[in-house]
């Protein structure tokens, strides 16, 4: 239990350290990236939308 202070230090500097080589995106580097999430998201809900509307479509088809 004594050395639960020095162990914790220790666990603190090493965190810091690997902080320090953290590649942390620029301003212009996070617009970028999230821009092209929503895009992708668009699509893919485009995407799911149409099929989903074809399927029901059919099922309803199917069930008449």
């Known amino acids: 239990m004594?050395?639960?202070?020095p162990r914790s230090v220790t666990y603190l500097q090493e965190v810091w350290a690997?902080?320090?080589k953290v590649h942390w995106p620029t301003r212009a580097e996070t617009y970028a990236a999230t821009v092209v999430v929503l895009v992708l998201v668009g699509i893919v809900a485009l995407y799911l939308?149409?099929?989903d509307f074809l399927l029901s479509q059919l099922v309803q088809l199917i069930l008449r």
């Open 2 to 5: 004594r050395d639960v202070i």
């Open 18 to 20: 690997e902080l320090k």
């Open 49 to 51: 939308g149409v099929v």
